[in-house]
């Protein structure tokens, strides 16, 4: 049996490849799906999506509580304010799931406004600073927690 994990990626992350490469890298999306899906444990398949919306992006958060999908979050600018993604994030985890937050960049090592996540404190673990690696991280884990 499959177990899907959703790859959720909000605001801006659309423009991955030729948003601030500096800090982002010069791969895209398609990039990220392809390295997923061949990093990916057997068992697992990725359904990666990205929204610049709020609301689809809880959405998604509501899709994994009826499913059972864990999930990969990189909430992007939604980190740093949104506290109704922070409530459905913490819908995931409090019904059992799995709920990894990830950062392409260290938000530590940047402006001081994106110093605080609302989204960390319900996550069940963050990866942040290790560029795509952060997702390969965060699906190593989950991969490791479905095995136990």
Request: proline share 4%.
């Amino acid at each position: 049996m499959m177990t899907r994990v959703l790859v959720l990626n909000g605001p801006n992350l659309g423009r991955l490849g030729s948003r601030e490469p500096d800090v982002y890298g010069h791969q895209d999306l398609p990039a990220l799906r392809a390295l997923l899906e061949a990093e990916a444990a057997a068992g697992l398949e990725i359904d990666l999506r990205q929204t610049d919306d709020e609301g689809e992006l809880i959405g998604w958060l509501h899709e994994a509580v009826d499913t059972g999908s864990p999930v990969i979050l990189n909430p992007a600018a939604f980190t740093h304010y949104s506290y109704a993604l922070r409530d459905a994030a913490a819908l995931v985890t409090t019904a059992g799931g799995t709920l990894v937050e990830v950062h392409i960049s260290n938000p530590h090592a940047r402006e001081e406004f994106r110093h605080t996540s609302v989204i960390s404190g319900v996550a069940s673990g963050v990866v942040a600073g290790f560029g795509f690696d952060s997702y390969v991280l965060a699906l190593a884990s989950i991969g490791r927690r479905l095995a136990a």
